[in-house]
């Protein structure tokens, strides 16, 4: 990453993956103390594909905002996305950005519930992006100051709106037809080996 990067990751699902993972650990120093080997090679890979699962969901995700533009880490693989083929930023479901590939949802940057929308008042709302506001200064619950979806959001829409104002984005170019995706591989090859693991350990656990 340059010097202007900056990674987003919402504060909640790093406490959630945290609590998990050790609780995961407590299971299986558990298995390990009270059933010896056999237990844990029956249990063991269901607890730590519960750990697995969760820090791949929770841990990992992000945003990544640089010069070159916005790279969305998603739970299974990661797309960059340049600034030039970036058109619109959404958060009706999730820090959504519409593009000239098409549309891309960031994982670790999902909306608020309703509870999160009436708790907010007006000075939280003021000196938002431009882009923020819809007609009479309305501000989507998405885009709220202190949710996950508004906080990237306003990270992203900060940076674009600077390479708008300043001219870079009046003509733009893109070098690629499509974007750059790349696949987790050992995230996916942990989760698989883990998940046939807890198949082989239940089967082997039902047998006579």
């Known amino acids: 990453m340059d010097e202007t990067s900056m990674v987003f990751r919402p504060t909640s699902g790093r406490w959630l993956a945290g609590v998990v993972a050790a609780l995961a650990t407590y299971g299986l120093v558990s298995l390990v103390a009270s059933g010896g080997v056999t237990d844990v090679v029956r249990y063991g890979p269901g607890v730590a594909l519960v750990g697995a699962l969760v820090w791949a969901a929770y841990w990992q995700p992000s945003v990544e905002v640089s010069a070159a533009g916005v790279t969305l880490h998603n739970v299974l693989r990661s797309v960059e996305l340049p600034w030039p083929s970036i058109q619109r930023v959404d958060t009706r479901y999730a820090l959504t950005l519409v593009t000239a590939y098409g ?71 893109l070098e690629r037809s499509r974007p750059v995706m790349r696949w987790h591989r050992t995230t996916v090859t942990v989760l698989a080996v883990l998940a046939a693991a807890t198949v082989v350990g239940l089967v082997a656990t039902h047998q006579p």
């Open 103 to 173: 549309t891309y949802a960031a994982w670790a940057a999902p909306a608020p519930g309703r509870r999160r929308t009436k708790d907010v008042v007006e000075p939280e709302l003021r000196g938002l992006p431009e882009s923020t506001y819809g007609a009479a200064g309305s501000v989507r619950p998405g885009d709220l100051p202190g949710t996950p979806s508004g906080d990237a959001a306003a990270i992203v829409r900060h940076r674009w709106e600077a390479l708008r104002d300043a001219g870079h984005l009046d003509r733009p170019r």
